[in-house]
DNA sequence: GTATAGTTGATTGCATACAATTTAGCCACC
DNA sequence: GGTGGCTAAATTGTATGCAATCAACTATAC
């Protein structure tokens, strides 16, 4: 069976939800991650969470040191600028792509995304920043590449991470108005167009939110983390 | 101490020993990796060698699959072209990004690994191999993005694996050349024709090595990791 | 002779135990 | 009052043991 392959370890849940935690801002940078509450939490040993922890650090989003633990990361600014800068450049390639396998089917899928983004537009936050990212995941997958995927989705989601650290409320905003434009020109095969846009909305979200620097402490305050962990345990994706 | 953050883990050191005998056509695409074959010839337990491998897989140079354990990644000739892309476009900004910083200096460090290079045209292939690969490691350096370094690092080896699976030998010359004319573009502050001349290359790269596909059988032959598992067991980086 | 089921051996998945290191508290001493 | 070291608690690093899964082989039935 080839699908037995696909069986996702308890690791991947574990990542899964962690990662979630963090994007969603439940999870703030800086604060520690002890193996054993966390563990606790889960209803498993400390191996595995050790095991998501060590991926999530290679991912970027959580800092390992050695016999100190884990914390959530907190990237400098200029690291959110290099991130910014790399996204842009990636999500340059991302567009040629998706232009070059342009169908119907995919303008439609992209405007099924927009709908959704334009629904949750008032709705709380961490879902509409949720969505947001996942606009530029869905191209990603358009693109079709996985390797692509696969780092548009690593830089995306150290991106949302930092955003957390330096944006300020709601500047998530007017983001919705440039996805669509960017759409419109994919759906007009405008490849220029296209990647300029995608240029001038990457460095807008940057620049709305690389601005002002204020340290937060290191704290741990796992408890919120608990309805993550419950689809853990019930063994949810 | 801060220093002792930078103390390396021991499983630092396995990774970078599997890693180093994937990139030198040690251990060959489609290799099996068993956990306690590995662990005894590194004089440790299961427990780090498992870390490593999950690092390695994260980075893309291992397979791993439930219950059946590691292999040395096989990438697809598909998934080799898509990494060749990808990493065309991120060192263009590798490009732009040295350019800006230039000093004498960077020439001076270029022209130093160039004459590396030179020296070792006709030595052995893993070494002109090598060091081929770090040239644009050294770019990246250069560049000062912490970020994009991780990232063009991976994706190089990722790069220097599809060419242990698809080049042939002795593809890698005339690779120096190509090094030469995009220090002499640097050197003079052209940044335009730098970029094209990374492309260019990079592309001769990926069309001089993917071509043929030879199917090769999926063996354990550890024995040819020896001489990397004895750094690790007597501690060495 | 082929195919299927059962069984054994090898390998991975996970938890637990113990060692090593860091951190925090405390008391002495300056 | 503050600084230094000492001990104890907490936390991570690593090894090991057991359960679960998979692969190969044999035997038996058709």
Redesign the pocket.
């Known amino acids: 069976?080839k699908a037995?392959d696909k069986?996702k370890?308890?690791?991947d849940m574990i990542s899964s939800a962690l990662r979630s935690a963090i994007l969603e801002r439940v999870l703030m940078p800086g604060m520690?991650?002890?193996?054993?509450?966390l563990?606790e939490r889960f209803?498993?040993?400390?191996?595995?969470i050790?095991?998501s922890l060590e991926r999530l650090a290679a991912e970027g989003l959580i800092e390992?040191?050695?016999?100190?633990?884990?914390m959530v990361a907190k990237p400098s600014l200029e690291e959110a600028r290099d991130l910014f800068e790399l996204r842009t450049q990636i999500e340059d390639l991302v567009i040629s792509r998706v232009i070059k396998n342009m169908t119907p089917d995919i303008i439609a899928e992209l405007e099924g995304h927009l709908a959704k983004e334009v629904e949750a537009e008032h709705a709380a936050e961490p879902k509409s920043i949720r969505l947001a990212t996942e606009f530029h995941i869905l191209l990603a997958k358009l693109a079709g590449s996985p390797v692509l995927l696969r780092y548009v989705e690593e830089i995306g989601y150290r991106c949302g991470l930092t955003l957390s650290l330096y944006a300020r409320p709601h500047s998530t905003d007017c983001g919705i108005a440039e996805h669509r434009q960017i759409i419109e020109a994919l759906a007009t095969g405008d490849e220029d167009a296209a990647r300029k846009l995608m240029r001038h909305h990457l460095n807008a979200v940057a620049d709305r939110a690389l601005f002002t620097t204020d340290e937060g402490g290191p704290l741990?305050y796992l408890d919120a983390l608990e309805p993550y962990a419950k689809k853990v345990r019930d063994g949810g994706a």
Chains 1, 2 share one sequence.
């Open positions: 069976m037995s069986v370890h308890r690791t520690k991650l002890p193996e054993d509450s563990g209803g498993v040993s400390r191996t595995l050790r095991q390992l040191r050695r016999n100190k633990g884990a741990v």
